[in-house]
């Protein structure tokens, strides 16, 4: 299995408040992605990373802010939660881009109720 | 308005049975195609990947086909086991979008469940 940390795993909170989930690999990757998954729907991309500090949005991403310090850890931050938010969130990383056969390799999961 | 549509939305099947799961796109220019597994709580795992120039490709007991010009794909899973009882992913990369990380196109999935 890829290297690859989701935290929290679960989180309930209230609308209004802001929110921080983390993803860690271990793999030095260079992209990174934030994904969530809700019943229906495909997996929609949030942001992605492509470097330390090189980040960019993906089809979904008002809301959400991203942020990249180091090679291992991208953190997606809610900075006001809303009940539209509830969903599974997934962190994923490649090696390079996927345009040919790269692989996408997805963590665990972080499964987030804002009430 | 690129899409990726899986059928059936769910199954139910018979251990020791074969089933075809059927994929169709309108992904626009196409890349490669992808079919994921991914067990309930779990993360999305990887079953194969298919460029253009690809028919078949197999991984185990599961075999994907790509046709190109009809723009469809099955995944065929031989001889099911309790374990493939997961929701089936079909992706869809496509070269524009992203300067860097490419378009990946989800699909919603087919949810398989093996009975014994």
């Known amino acids: ?115 | 308005k690129n899409q990726v549509e899986q059928s059936p939305q769910s199954l139910i099947i018979l251990e020791g049975k074969n089933c075809t799961l059927q994929c169709n796109y309108t992904v626009s220019p196409f890349s490669n195609l992808r079919w994921y597994k991914q067990d309930t709580g779990r993360g999305p795992v990887s079953l194969t990947i298919m460029t253009f120039s690809e028919n078949t490709k197999s991984n185990g007991r599961y075999t994907a086909t790509l046709d190109a010009d009809t723009k469809q794909s099955s995944l065929h899973i031989t001889a099911s086991q309790l374990s493939d009882s997961a929701s089936y992913i079909c992706v869809v990369t496509t070269g524009v979008g992203m300067e860097y990380g490419n378009k990946l196109v989800f699909g919603a999935g087919t949810i398989l469940r093996v009975k014994s």
């Open chain 1, 1 to 115: 299995d890829a290297g690859i940390t989701q935290s929290p795993r679960h989180k309930v909170t209230e609308t209004g408040t802001p929110v921080t989930l983390r993803c860690h690999q271990t793999e030095n990757h260079r992209y990174m992605y934030w994904y969530r998954q809700d019943p229906g729907h495909g997996l929609r991309l949030i942001h992605y990373s492509y470097g330390v500090k090189d980040t960019d949005k993906g089809e979904v991403s008002d809301g959400y802010s991203v942020s990249r310090s180091k090679t291992e850890d991208f953190l997606l931050t809610l900075e006001s939660a809303t009940s539209s938010q509830t969903s599974v969130y997934f962190c994923a990383i490649s090696e390079g881009g996927l345009l040919n056969t790269g692989e996408l390799f997805f963590g665990e999961g972080s499964r987030l109720t804002v009430l």
